[in-house]
T-cell receptor
Framework: DGGITQSPKYLFRKEGQNVTLSCEQN?????MYWYRQDPGQGLRLIYYSQIVNDFQKGDIAEGYSVSREKKESFPLTVTSAQKNPTAFYLCASSRDAQETQYFGPGTRLLVL | AQSVTQPDIHITVSEGASLELRCNYSYGATPYLFWYVQSPGQGLQLLLK??????LVQGIKGFEAEFKRSQSSFNLRKPSVHWSDAAEYFCAVEGYQKVTFGTGTKLQVIP
């Protein structure tokens, strides 16, 4: 089955801790994206990558970091600099930057 | 910059009734337009998309949407709503190499 997987489904972060959210796709898509979803605010773009070893900041990149070492993987690290990390995080991919985006099931991050 | 407005935060309809969810966009050229649906705690599923051509677009689950350039709108419709359609619906516009999402409309279906 082709698709996008995100893990874990739930993630808990302690104060001062960095946590990493996983996103994997087997669709052979070049472009991948990370969004943050908060109630009543829709989706906001954190980072995106159009090709391996390259990525760009989105609208709310502060406190986050990413890497794109493999085509199928685009992990997101929520650093301790992100003061309000509690949210639902969605990963998406598309064949290229101009194509339809397809979404993973999401990871809910909670702060202890 | 592009923008998307979904003026209805919450809509309640009776099962079997018709549905129309509103979406207005702002973009300088002909946009790519999308409707996605999200069940609680889940990712977004693509319902339909408009890139060009026929302005009435058919999607999955019996949904359709009509692109009206003169009104900058891309409203989503369904002739008869089922209880399983209860979810949150997002309109999105792609332009200037990025996708902008609306804030969503939550649909409640009552028996």
């Amino acid at each position: 089955d082709g698709g996008i997987t995100q893990s874990p489904k739930y993630l808990f972060r302690k104060e001062g801790q960095n946590v990493t959210l996983s996103c994997e796709q087997n669709l052979n898509h070049d472009a991948m994206y990370w969004y943050r979803q908060d109630p009543g605010q829709g989706l906001r773009l954190i980072y995106y990558s159009q090709i391996v070893n390259d990525f760009q900041k989105g609208d709310i990149a502060e406190g986050y970091s990413v890497s794109r070492e493999k085509k199928e993987s685009f992990p997101l690290t929520v650093t301790s600099a992100q003061k309000n990390p509690t949210a639902f995080y969605l990963c998406a991919s598309s064949r290229d930057a101009q194509e339809t985006q397809y979404f993973g099931p999401g990871t809910r991050l909670l702060v202890l | 910059a592009q923008s998307v407005t979904q003026p209805d935060i919450h809509i309640t309809v009776s099962e079997g009734a018709s549905l129309e969810l509103r979406c207005n966009y702002s973009y300088g050229a002909t946009p790519y337009l999308f409707w996605y649906v999200q069940s609680p705690g889940q990712g977004l599923q693509l319902l339909l998309k408009y890139f060009s051509g026929d302005t009435l677009v058919q999607g999955i689950k019996g949904f359709e949407a009509e692109f009206k350039r003169s009104q900058s709108s891309f409203n989503l419709r369904k002739p008869s709503v089922h209880w399983s359609d209860a979810a949150e619906y997002f309109c999105a516009v792609e332009g200037y190499q990025k996708v902008t999402f609306g804030t969503g409309t939550k649909l409640q279906v009552i028996p």
